[in-house]
């Protein structure tokens, strides 16, 4: 009897849901390391207005990084979505920010 394998489609769940709990874990870790007191007095002096305008500039920060590369692969005629481009952008700004640099 064959052994049963994974597809292509649970792999990357599998690994997507592996670097989703690595990343929670790291998470916990840096802010179990930085006090949970002194975050949460952080996140109270900050208003709800600042807060969101903040997240909105982000997000026209983020969709203008994103523009050139889309612009730039549909001219070089590679199928990809904006939404696609817009989600490796995201990955490409977080994980410089989040991860130990060498």
């Not at 790291?26 to 002096?45: C, D, M, R, S």
């Amino acid at each position: 009897m064959k052994p049963a394998s994974l597809s292509a489609r649970g792999k990357v769940f599998i690994l997507r849901l592996a670097g989703t709990v690595m990343t929670l874990g790291l998470l916990v870790y840096l802010l179990e390391k930085e006090g949970w007191k002194g975050i949460f007095t952080a996140i109270n002096q900050i208003s709800g207005w600042a807060f969101g305008a903040a997240i909105v500039l982000i997000m026209i920060s983020r969709i203008a990084v994103s523009l050139p590369w889309h612009v730039l692969l549909r001219s070089a005629r590679v199928k990809i979505s904006f939404r696609e481009i817009f989600r490796l952008t995201l990955s490409r700004l977080f994980t410089p920010n989040y991860l130990p640099t060498i």
